[in-house]
């Protein structure tokens, strides 16, 4: 089970955002999206989450070509996307956010709240972060848990690939922590994460692979246990190690 992006090349006018990536994520394992500023790391997961068509290459999940063209394409082939701004509807509990789309009614197309509440509740509660209740509204939650209720939005949709936009940028140090784990719990659930971040030591934390993009070309991909620290800073600065 994987994602593998082949050739895939995207062009704003004369801009060449991303030029021949090929990426592979396995389901099961995070990998770090990395690179400078503009380096394509945003443009590139956009083309993964059905967000921007790409001029050329390739999108294959588990084995089979996929074309997408919105983002509820994508998600209905099991690919989510979570952005910086989370799109959570802050005035809304969070069990609404979390089934948002995809309500769950009775046959005369009633919802069943309590149903909605309780499947809410258990998976916020699957993960080791500090409990919340799900009636709470999204705007009262602490950056950590609007992004733990944002996993548990892909989670409750059954996606089985996560793009995290710098899930970490805005957060506390703690919260930080129970985001990470957060993510390596769903990693170790089998579901494949990308991660693209400006942080060295979060990815460490987390990640598998890197995955290093420099001026829109794929300067190199590493294992993270066997990668020095100063080999992944050239690839980003340099675009070569
Ligand atoms: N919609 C767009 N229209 C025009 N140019 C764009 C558009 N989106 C991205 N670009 C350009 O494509 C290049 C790659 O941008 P992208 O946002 O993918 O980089 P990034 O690696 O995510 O950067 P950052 O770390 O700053 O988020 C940049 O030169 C950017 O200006
Ligand atoms: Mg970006």
Request: glycine share 10%; aromatic share 4%; net charge negative.
């Given at each position: 089970?994987?994602?593998?992006?082949?050739?895939?090349?995207?062009?704003?006018?004369?801009?060449?955002?991303?030029?021949?990536?090929?990426?592979?994520?396995?389901?099961?394992?995070?990998?770090?999206?990395?690179?400078?500023?503009?380096?394509?790391?945003?443009?590139?997961?956009?083309?993964?989450?059905?967000?921007?068509?790409?001029?050329?290459?390739?999108?294959?999940?588990?084995?089979?070509?996929?074309?997408?063209?919105?983002?509820?394409?994508?998600?209905?082939?099991?690919?989510?996307?979570?952005?910086?701004?989370?799109?959570?509807?802050?005035?809304?509990?969070?069990?609404?956010?979390?089934?948002l789309g995809?309500?769950?009614?009775?046959?005369?197309?009633?919802?069943?709240?309590?149903?909605?509440?309780?499947?809410?509740?258990?998976?916020?509660?699957?993960?080791?972060?500090?409990?919340?209740?799900?009636?709470?509204?999204?705007?009262?939650?602490?950056?950590?848990?609007?992004?733990?209720?944002?996993?548990?939005?892909?989670?409750?949709?059954?996606?089985?690939?996560?793009?995290?936009?710098?899930?970490?940028s805005a957060?506390?140090?703690?919260?930080?922590?129970?985001?990470?784990?957060?993510?390596?719990?769903?990693?170790?659930?089998?579901?494949?994460?990308?991660?693209?971040?400006?942080?060295?030591?979060?990815?460490?934390?987390?990640?598998?692979?890197?995955?290093?993009?420099?001026?829109?070309?794929m300067a190199?991909?590493?294992?993270?246990?066997?990668?020095?620290?100063?080999?992944?800073?050239?690839?980003?600065?340099?675009?070569?190690?």
């Amino acid at each position: 089970m994987s994602v593998v992006l082949r050739g895939i090349s995207k062009s704003y006018g004369p801009v060449k955002a991303i030029e021949n990536i090929d990426l592979k994520v396995e389901a099961g394992e995070v990998v770090g999206l990395l690179g400078d500023n503009g380096a394509g790391k945003s443009t590139l997961m956009k083309v993964l989450a059905g967000a921007v068509m790409p001029d050329t290459g390739t999108i294959e999940v588990d084995g089979e070509l996929c074309s997408f063209s919105s983002s509820s394409e994508a998600r209905d082939t099991g690919i989510a996307m979570l952005y910086q701004d989370l799109a959570l509807f802050d005035d809304m509990p969070v069990v609404h956010n979390i089934f948002l789309g995809r309500e769950i009614t009775n046959r005369f197309g009633f919802l069943k709240y309590g149903e909605m509440r309780k499947r809410a509740q258990e998976i916020v509660n699957s993960f080791s972060v500090r409990p919340f209740d799900v009636r709470t509204p999204s705007g009262h939650l602490s950056g950590g848990q609007r992004q733990v209720s944002a996993l548990a939005r892909t989670t409750a949709f059954g996606s089985r690939y996560i793009i995290l936009d710098e899930p970490t940028s805005a957060l506390s140090p703690s919260a930080r922590d129970e985001v990470l784990s957060v993510v390596r719990e769903l990693a170790d659930k089998g579901i494949g994460i990308i991660m693209v971040s400006h942080d060295l030591g979060h990815v460490r934390k987390v990640c598998d692979r890197v995955a290093i993009l420099h001026l829109g070309g794929m300067a190199g991909v590493r294992d993270m246990a066997t990668t020095s620290q100063d080999e992944i800073i050239s690839l980003i600065v340099q675009g070569h190690a």
